[in-house]
């Protein structure tokens, strides 16, 4: 039982570090703050690449939707063991045209389950999700420490939906009828002429 | 004197019950034109017809009459398991519950996340529902993308618990239609089926 799970250790170990040989090597070299790692602190597994704007360095990462509003995206970091990071809001803007496996797609075509591209600061907890212009500034959303609070658990809706017809009734009444139609003929047929 | 009466009751018990199960099936009838029509319109808008051998002018003509459609659903609602496809309306108005589900005023959109709310009538298209169970597959297809829910459970609840109707976090879905199924007027209980979003 032991040797299987230090076989294992080992195992889980060379994975690890297979995949993390294989980052670009700007991911390995990139120096995140304390902030950023507070925030994330899977950042340097899930970084795929590292880009230069401005001066500023980000590493791009992929994060999956969870929820769109026409102002707000909220995504969930993918982490290199396929896990994913609490979610967090970012901002946008209602004629933005985000970069969706390369396709360039606007706001409100956007749905939940989709794979983004998104920037995370390196040095300022920040995040923006890659547009399909590219030389289009990009706002960060500040990343706050507590994870994004949970809705209230309070329906917004005043009632259930009312899903009964009165097509049943209506049938039963229907086929009632019938039958005390069939009964009277039944009556006419014996009594006397 | 007696038979005329029952000659009068008679025809007025069989021209009344032939009637009423006549505005049934018209009613059933309207209900399945209107499922089968409104998920032919919306595949034929999701998937375009091969347009390499048309003219300019038919392409043309044929985007504009897509654009003129009125009240066509957002989005199609499959249960494999169950053999159900029905179209998802805006509303939960009566007309739209007669020809298909419809979304719950007030909580999530097909594609926006949240919790999507889709009531159907428990005597029409939902009654298939009495056989649900978890793990079975609950599929959304909307114009941009085809979403798969997982049900996680069913539960019974009275009419005024609006607690499955709260919003979540994370996707998910929330199917309501009334119980028991089989039930004269209206049904004093909702059944609810809730599924969770399946990442691929």
Known sequence: MKSFVTLGGIVLALVSAAAFAQQPAACQRV??????????????????????????????????????????????VKRSDGTLTDPIGVNVAPN?????????????????????????????????????????????????????????????????????????????????????????????????? | MRERIFAA???????????????????????????????????????????????????????????????????????????????????SSELHLNRGAGLIEGMGLPDKGGNLGIAGHRDGFFRVLKDIAPGERIEIETKNRRHVFRVVSTEIVEATDLRPLADTADPTITLVTCYPFYFLGHAPQRFIVRGTYEWT
């Open chain 1, 31 to 76: 120096v995140y703050s304390a902030e950023v790692l507070a925030r994330f602190p899977n950042i340097k597994a899930a970084c795929l690449d590292v880009i230069n704007k401005d001066g500023k360095d980000y590493a791009v990462v992929k994060a999956n939707l969870v929820r769109a509003t026409s102002r707000k995206m909220t995504v969930r």
């Open chain 1, 96 to 193: 933005e045209r985000l970069n969706i496996n390369g396709k360039p797609t606007a706001i409100q075509d956007v749905a939940i389950g989709q794979e983004l591209t998104a920037y995370i600061n390196v040095t300022d907890p920040g995040i923006a999700l890659a547009q399909a212009d590219e030389a289009a500034p990009v706002e960060f959303t500040p990343v706050p420490a507590a994870p994004e609070p949970e809705p209230a658990a309070v329906a917004s809706t005043a009632e259930m939906p009312k899903t009964a017809t009165p097509l049943p009734l209506l049938g039963t009444i229907g086929f009632v009828l019938l039958a005390l139609g069939a009964g009277f003929a039944f009556l006419r047929r014996r009594s006397p002429a």
């Open chain 2, 9 to 91: 009751l008679q025809y007025a018990c069989l021209a009344t019950g032939a009637l009423l199960i006549s505005m049934v099936a018209l009613a059933r009838l309207d209900g399945e034109v209107g499922r089968q029509s409104a998920i032919a319109s919306f595949e034929a808008t999701v998937r375009a017809p091969d347009q390499s051998l048309w003219s300019p002018e038919r392409v043309k003509d044929y985007e504009a009459s897509l654009s003129i459609v009125k009240d066509e659903p957002l989005a199609i609602l499959r249960i494999p398991d169950l053999g159900l496809e029905v179209p998802v309306y805006a509303t």
